[in-house]
């Protein structure tokens, strides 16, 4: 079992800056994808920025030039560094990893969320 703690989030004026990071622990051999979710009241979940094991970055275009994703796989981590926020930005972020734990049994795990709110 693989569990996600995020952290990072808050409050925030538009124009300004947060960084969101996940740390991933548990039976974990491999991940394979790696990144952050949004959603926003009354719409469905959609992907923010994630990479893959390749290290290939995939953004939103809505996010694109704005928001920026690393990935330490030695710590098993991913941070999302979010400048230029914008009140529309306003969610609660979701870091999910996929992969294979020791047993090479695959793996799907979400972390509990974060809540970002741009206003002023």
């Known amino acids: 079992q693989v569990q996600l703690v995020e952290s990072g989030g808050g409050l925030v004026q538009p124009g300004g800056s947060l960084r969101l990071s996940c740390t991933a622990s548990?039976?974990?051999?491999?991940?394979?994808?790696m990144g952050w979710y949004r959603q926003a009241p009354g719409r469905e979940r959609e992907l923010v920025a994630a990479v893959t094991n390749f290290g290939e970055p995939n953004y939103a275009d809505s996010v694109k030039g704005r928001f920026t994703i690393s990935r330490n796989d030695a710590k098993n981590t991913v941070s999302l560094q979010m400048s230029s926020l914008k009140p529309e930005d306003t969610a609660v972020y979701y870091c999910?990893?996929?992969?294979?734990?020791?047993?090479?049994?695959?793996?799907?795990?979400w972390g509990e969320g974060t809540q970002v709110i741009v206003s002023l």
């Open positions: 999910r990893a996929r992969g294979a734990g020791w047993t090479m049994r695959s793996f799907d795990s």
């Open positions: 548990g039976s974990i051999f491999s991940i394979n994808h």
